[in-house]
C-alpha cells in the first residue's frame, strides 16, 4: 500500500482544490476518458470539492460497457455449448445480452469461470485437453498485452483447445469520435493513464493540434485527478492546446514499447461497434490472418449473431457525455445494479453503477428523478 | 431535470435479468438479491412476528418471561480448511455468534452433515475434532445431529448446518430495529480478514498475504459488553456481503441514517492491498470473528474500554454514528471531507476487469 497512500492525502488534494478554484474564472467541461477515474472521482466524492464551473462528464473508458450487445451474444452462444469451459474477467458475467446474461447461462449448468489473467485460461485450456477453452478477451489497450500473450503462449504450446473471443477498442478513436460529433460539448480531456502507460501519448498530439484542445494524461487517486484537473484547466485558461503528463510515475510519450510490439504482432486494426455509441471507424483490434484459428467466433460459428438495444437505455449519450447518468429517465427506478438497462449500469467502473452507488441521494430524491 | 415516470408497459429491457425465474450464485451473496429472496420467497408463505424481525436470530417467549433464541446457519466453503480455521470451526462459532448477536446465552446446538461419498474419513474427524474445541471454546454443547452422504459429484466434500438454541435474560432488547439517532457504531476489530484469507486458500490471488482468518466464538464479548451497559441497543455479525450489507440493514430496519468516518475504519494493509488488486472495497468482504455494535453514546467508552480488555476485541473502535437522516442509508465520510452512499451490493461482488 505504500506509494498509494501519499496519493491519497487529503490536504495535499486539498491544496490542489483551492488552486484549481484560484485560477477558474469560468465554466469549462472536463471529460475523464476512463471508467477507473470515473470510479475513484465518485468514489472518493471529488466533484463534491470543485468549484462549480469546473464540470466533469464521464467518458466511455469502461471496457465492459462499450462491449456491443452482439459480442455478448456471441459469449453467451459459445458458452452454453456443452463442450466449452467460457472464461472470462468478473464483471462480465453480468452484462445483459439481448435474452440472458453469462450468470443464467452458469444457472443452466453453463461452465462459465471467472479468471484473474488470460494465462489462466490458457492453463486451463492445458489441464482440460478434451474441453475447448474461451476467454472473453475485451478491453482497452491496457488489457491488450496479456490477451495477446494467451494466444502466444497457446500457439507455443501447440494448443488447439484455445480461442479468444476479441471485442478490444482503442481510446484516441474514441476521443476522435467525441470530438468530431456536431454535440461535442467537451473542452478538456483528462487522458487515461493505464492505457497510455502501455501506448504512450504520441498519438494524442496530433489531436490535441486538430481539436485545439488541451488534454493531460492522468492517474486514478485523488492526488492524481486533481493535478489533472488542474493542469487542464491551467491551459484552458491560458488558452493553449498541449498535451501534458500528470502521470509521470508511470508514463512515457512513446509508452511500453515491447508490449506494443507484441500486440502489433497478433492484433490489426479494424472497425468496431460501441454499445450504446455505435460504428467507430478504425476502433478496434481483431486477430491477424495468422492468428485467426484462436478466433472464437470463427471456431465456433458465431459471426453472424445481431442484436439491437434497449431504445429506453441512454447509456450511448452517456458514454459521450452528452448527459449524465441522474439525467435518465430510468436511473434508479427501471434500472439498477441488480436490473440494469444498459452496460453503464452493469459494471463497477460504469458511470451510472458509479453514480448509483456513491451519488449522496436519498431514495425520495432518487424517485422523484431530482 | 424531468419528472416524468417511465412506463413499466412500455418495453424496457429485453431480459429477465432480476433472475426471479432461476437461482443464481448472486441469490447467496448477502446483497439485495438475497434480501429479495426471502422477501418475496420465504417470508410470504412463513411470515410470523419472530421472523418478520429480521434479525440473526429468532426470539420466542415460551412461557411467562422465559425466552429463547433459536439460529440455524448453513456452511459450504472451500476449501474446507484454511488458514486460521475450518468448516468445522466456521459451523459452531457462525450459529453461536448468531444466536448471541441478539443478546441471548446461547447453550446448545446440533448439527447436521452432508457427506459428499468418497470423502475421507480423516477429514470428517478432523473437523469433528475443530467443532469440539470451538463449542468448548464457546460453552456449548452439540447435543443432536444427523447424517446424510450423497452420491460423488452431488455435494463439495461436505457441508455442514447448525442450529442453535440460547436464553436470553428478562429486558433484554437488543435488534436490528433499535439504532436510536446519537448512538455510535463501534467494530469489534479489522474487517475483512476472513473473505481475503479465504480466497487467497482458493488460490483465487495469485499473491500471498499470510493472513488468518478471524473466526471466533463472540459470546463471551458480548456477555462482557452487556455486563457494563444496558446501552447495546444492536449487535451484528458482519458475514457475507461484509460491514456495509449488516449496517445497510440496520438503517433500514430502525429507519435511520448511519455515517461512517472512513478514516477510522481498522483494515489490515494485507486486506487493502488485496482490495486494491482485485478492485474490492473491505466493506463487503465477510467477517467471522467481528461485531458490529450500535450502542447509546454515553456507554460509548465505557463499551470500548471493556470490549480491548476482552478477548477478540483488542481492536474495538467507533466507526461512525447514527443520525435521523437520511433514514435507511448507510453514508461514508471519505478521507477527502465529501460523503458518498454505501448501497448494498446487487449480487455476488466481481473483480474488476482492470
Known amino acids: 500500500m505504500k506509494y498509494l497512500t501519499e496519493y491519497r492525502d487529503a490536504d495535499l488534494v486539498h491544496g490542489l482544490i483551492n488552486k484549481i478554484k484560484e485560477i477558474t474564472t469560468q465554466h469549462w467541461t472536463l471529460m475523464e476518458i476512463c471508467g477507473g477515474q470515473t470510479h475513484s472521482i465518485i468514489k472518493n466524492g471529488l466533484d463534491q470539492l470543485l468549484p462549480d464551473q469546473i464540470e466533469l462528464v464521464h467518458g466511455p473508458g469502461c471496457p465492459v460497457c462499450v462491449t456491443p450487445l452482439e459480442l455478448i451474444d456471441k459469449a453467451l452462444a459459445i458458452a452454453s455449448k456443452p463442450d466449452v469451459i467460457f472464461t472470462s474477467y468478473g464483471d462480465m458475467l453480468r452484462v445483459p445480452g439481448s435474452q440472458a446474461d453469462l450468470f443464467s447461462v452458469r444457472a443452466r449448468g453453463g461452465d462459465i469461470r471467472v479468471v484473474y489473467s488470460p494465462l489462466d485460461a490458457v492453463k486451463l485450456a492445458q489441464e482440460n485437453p478434451d474441453k475447448e477453452v474461451v476467454f472473453f478477451a475485451i478491453g482497452f489497450e491496457t488489457t491488450a498485452p496479456a490477451n495477446v500473450m494467451s494466444v502466444l503462449q497457446a500457439d507455443q504450446l501447440g494448443l488447439d483447445n484455445f480461442s479468444i473471443l476479441v471485442s478490444h477498442v482503442r481510446v484516441p478513436q474514441a476521443i476522435e469520435a467525441i470530438l468530431s460529433s456536431p454535440h461535442n460539448r467537451v473542452q478538456g480531456f483528462l487522458a487515461a493513464g493505464h492505457v497510455c502507460a502501455v501506448m504512450g501519448y504520441w498519438e494524442y498530439i496530433p489531436l490535441a493540434k486538430k481539436y485545439n484542445i488541451p488534454m493531460t494524461i492522468t492517474g486514478f487517486e485523488p492526488l492524481d485527478i486533481a493535478q489533472g484537473i488542474l493542469t487542464t484547466v491551467e491551459s484552458l485558461e491560458a488558452g493553449t492546446c498541449e498535451v501534458k503528463n500528470a502521470y509521470i510515475r508511470a508514463v512515457s510519450k512513446k509508452g511500453n514499447q515491447s508490449a506494443q510490439a507484441v500486440i502489433n504482432k497478433v492484433f490489426e486494426e479494424c472497425d468496431r461497434k460501441w454499445r450504446g455509441i455505435g460504428l467507430i471507424p478504425g476502433s478496434g483490434w481483431r486477430l491477424r490472418p495468422l492468428y485467426t484459428k484462436y478466433d472464437a467466433e470463427k471456431r465456433f460459428q458465431v459471426e453472424t449473431i445481431q442484436a439491437e438495444e434497449s431504445p429506453l437505455c441512454i447509456s450511448g449519450l452517456v458514454l459521450q457525455g452528452q448527459k449524465k447518468p441522474d439525467q435518465c429517465e430510468a436511473f434508479g427506478t427501471l434500472c439498477t445494479p441488480e436490473n440494469p438497462l444498459g452496460a453503464t449500469m452493469v459494471s463497477d467502473e460504469g458511470a451510472c453503477a458509479a453514480y448509483y452507488r456513491y451519488r449522496t441521494q436519498t431514495p425520495d430524491s432518487r424517485e422523484k428523478g431530482l | ?354
Open chain 2, 1 to 354: 431535470m424531468t419528472n416524468k415516470t417511465p412506463s413499466v408497459e412500455s418495453p424496457i429491457c429485453p431480459l429477465p435479468r432480476r433472475h426471479s425465474d432461476k437461482i443464481v450464485q448472486g441469490h447467496g451473496s448477502g446483497g439485495k438479491m438475497m434480501a429479495d429472496l426471502i422477501k418475496d420467497v420465504f417470508y410470504p408463505p412463513l411470515a410470523n412476528p419472530a421472523l418478520l424481525a429480521g434479525d440473526d436470530a429468532g426470539v420466542v417467549e415460551i412461557s411467562d418471561g422465559v425466552r429463547l433464541a433459536i439460529s440455524t446457519d448453513a456452511h459450504v466453503v472451500s476449501p474446507l480448511f484454511f488458514p486460521g480455521g475450518d468448516i468445522g470451526k466456521l459451523s459452531v462459532c457462525g450459529t453461536v455468534n448468531d444466536v448471541a448477536m441478539v443478546g441471548a446465552r446461547p447453550l446448545y446446538l446440533s448439527a447436521s452433515f452432508i457427506l459428499e461419498e468418497g470423502l475421507d474419513i480423516s477429514i470428517l474427524e478432523k473437523v469433528v475434532t475443530s467443532m469440539k474445541e470451538a463449542a468448548d471454546e464457546a460453552e456449548v454443547q452439540i447435543i443432536c445431529g444427523d447424517t446424510k452422504v450423497v452420491a460423488h459429484g452431488e455435494a463439495d466434500g461436505l457441508y455442514i448446518s447448525t442450529t442453535g438454541i440460547g436464553l436470553l435474560e428478562p429486558g433484554r432488547s437488543i435488534g436490528g430495529s433499535q439504532a436510536k439517532p446519537g448512538d455510535q457504531v463501534i467494530v469489534s476489530g479489522s474487517l475483512g480478514d476472513h473473505g481475503i484469507a479465504v480466497l487467497e486458500a482458493r488460490g483465487d490471488l495469485g499473491f500471498e498475504t499470510n493472513l488468518e482468518s478471524d473466526i471466533a466464538p463472540l459470546n463471551h464479548l458480548i456477555r462482557a459488553m452487556l455486563s457494563v451497559s444496558d446501552k447495546v441497543h444492536v449487535l451484528r455479525d458482519p458475514t457475507r456481503g461484509g460491514a456495509a450489507s449488516a449496517l445497510n440493514e440496520i438503517a433500514k430496519q430502525s429507519q435511520v441514517g448511519i455515517i461512517l468516518d472512513e478514516g477510522s475504519i481498522p483494515v489490515k494493509p494485507a486486506v487493502a492491498a488485496a482490495c486494491e488488486m482485485l478492485g474490492f472495497d473491505p466493506l463487503y468482504i465477510a467477517n467471522e470473528g467481528k461485531l458490529i455494535a450500535v450502542v447509546g453514546s454515553e456507554d460509548a467508552p465505557r463499551i470500548l474500554e471493556k470490549m480491548r480488555q476482552t478477548r477478540y476485541g483488542e481492536d474495538a473502535v467507533v466507526i461512525g454514528q447514527v443520525e435521523e437522516s437520511p433514514p435507511g442509508r448507510l453514508l461514508l465520510k471519505t478521507r477527502l471531507g465529501s460523503t458518498r452512499i454505501v448501497d448494498l451490493l446487487a449480487g455476488e461482488m466481481l473483480p474488476r476487469i482492470c
